[in-house]
């Protein structure tokens, strides 16, 4: 089992720039595939990004492709969602999970494989 927390949303303008950071403790964090998820209100929640255990392979939503960068460095446990050029409809709360996968370099795009979900960090964009 894995504990998830998030850290890093706020509020910030059209343009700017977060970086969300997921720290994880129990089992080992690089047996598990981590990815990116957000829910704005009245939405459901939403792929945003994933990466493969080892960080190798990574998937992004279409809305994101070229704004966003999902990493993760094994050794401080910790995964992250680089986010720049942000616009109002980035806004939502994102929440990391992760899926344990035997594969080093699967990514998993399906929230349907994630067995363990943070609290969430809300993220909201003005215009």
């Known amino acids: 089992q894995v504990q998830l927390v998030e850290s890093g949303g706020g509020l910030v303008q059209a343009g700017d720039s977060l970086r969300l950071s997921c720290a994880a403790s129990?089992?080992?964090?690089?047996?598990?595939?981590m990815g990116w998820f957000r829910q704005a209100p009245g939405k459901e929640r939403e792929f945003v990004a994933a990466t493969s255990r080892n960080g190798g392979s990574t998937s992004y939503a279409d809305s994101v492709k070229g704004r966003f960068t999902i990493s993760r460095d094994n050794a401080k446990n910790t995964g992250y969602l680089q986010m720049n050029s942000l616009k109002p409809e980035d806004t939502a709360v994102y929440y990391c999970?992760?899926?344990?996968?035997?594969?080093?370099?699967?990514?998993?795009?399906?929230?349907?494989?994630?067995?363990?979900w943070g609290q969430g960090t809300q993220v909201t964009v003005s215009s």
């Open positions: 999970a992760a899926a344990p996968t035997l594969g080093v370099f699967r990514v998993v795009a399906s929230s349907h494989e994630y067995e363990y």
């Open positions: 129990g089992r080992t964090f690089s047996t598990y595939a």
